[in-house]
């Protein structure tokens, strides 16, 4: 009973992790996609977008099974100190938005400012090179984030086959969201969705580094729980803080 | 006259960029804070009867890294 519950508190962390994780590169990759569609036109977009699709299943498939060949405890000290990074500067960046003192992450305002650059671009002759390069872009360096994230939690959670299918039914939703309603990707929660991604990872990637330096937690895995409520509860006092001295800083926009 | 780089090495420099934008980007004191955090936690988990110290040291950490990170961002918005 007491196993079937910490291996499902892991699975559902896990699942949420990806799943949020991969929905918020999903919206950002699709913003650029659709401002690159809609202004120079959609052959060259797709084009971008296939390029970009194929040069992350090649590094997937290069670096992919390499990691199983890494030491675990090795390979847990690497996604836990990459996951403490990547996850602190998310938390950071929501705890900034949700306290007023960062822009909250508008996909309306993106979504005109890349079609108001794709404009003032001009036209080219032939196959428009900047649509291509801009949806290969956009593809692949958000792809690229999706991968990091699946291969980091999936190999250490020894869930690869798990997070691979999570993330594809989070771009695959996102996807068919995104092209039913076209612009109202702003309606997507995303800042709120970027909190808990980034309490989630910095979670996570405490867990993870403990793992990889042989520190033994109380609960095993049932300690990813209490991580995440540590988190959250310096979240709250951190933008509470920040909230009540706002009016003192009148909420400037830091970039 | 500059040379332009050839496809295979502005792949690699590409491929740096995005680690080095990913990991430290505009939050130095976050990538740093992480390697101390792994410092400081190797040195205890070394001796096993150090273990309960690591436990509360590595999120204790965390946490005072990503408070310090949030001041220094709230300090520069003051500033400007």
Redesign the interface.
């Known amino acids: 009973m007491l196993v079937a519950t910490t291996v499902s508190s892991g699975v559902v962390v896990l699942v949420g992790a990806v799943f949020i994780a991969c929905a918020v590169e999903m919206v950002e990759a699709l913003t650029i996609v659709l401002a690159v569609g809609h202004t120079r036109g959609w052959r060259s977009a797709f084009e971008g977008v296939g390029a970009g699709l194929v040069v992350l299943a090649a590094l997937v498939g290069a670096f992919g099974p390499a990691l199983v060949h890494v030491p675990l405890s090795t390979l847990r ?1 690497i996604v836990g ?2 996951l ?3 996850g ?2 998310w ?2 960046k929501a ?2 938005r949700a306290s007023g ?2 822009a909250k992450h508008d996909e309306d305002a993106i979504y005109a400012e890349k079609v108001a650059e794709l404009r003032a671009a001009g036209t080219s002759p032939g196959r428009d090179r900047i649509a291509f390069v801009m949806a290969f872009k956009g593809v692949f ?1 958000e792809g ?2 999706v991968v ?1 994230t699946v291969l980091t939690l999936g190999t250490s959670a020894h869930r690869l086959g798990l997070a691979a299918v999570v993330a594809t039914v989070a771009v695959v939703l996102v996807g068919i969201v995104g092209v039913v309603v076209a612009k109202q990707l702003s309606n997507v929660p995303e800042n709120a969705m970027k909190m808990v991604v980034g309490i989630l990872l ?1 979670s996570y ?2 867990f993870w ?2 793992e990889g ?6 609960g095993n895995d049932t300690m990813l729980v209490g ?1 995440i409520a ?2 959250v509860v ?1 979240t709250w006092l ?1 933008v509470w803080m ?1 909230r009540r ?1 706002a009016p ?2 009148q909420r ?3 970039a | 006259m500059k040379s332009e780089a050839s496809l295979p090495v502005r792949l690699v420099k590409g491929f740096g960029m995005f680690w080095w934008d990913f990991l430290v980007g505009d939050t130095p004191e976050l990538f740093i804070a992480a390697l101390v955090i792994i410092g400081a936690i190797a040195l205890l988990s070394e001796r096993g009867h150090y273990n309960a110290a690591a436990v509360v040291t590595l999120p204790l950490l965390a946490v005072l890294a990503l408070a310090f990170s949030v001041m220094r961002a709230r300090r520069a918005s003051r500033s400007k």
Do not use: A, D, H, S
């Open positions: 000290l100190g990459v403490l990074i990547f602190m500067q938390l950071r705890i900034l003192l960062k360096l690229l984030e990091i910095v990637g405490t580094t403990g330096l042989k520190v033994r937690w109380p991580l540590i988190y310096v951190l920040l001295e003192l800083v400037e926009v830091v």
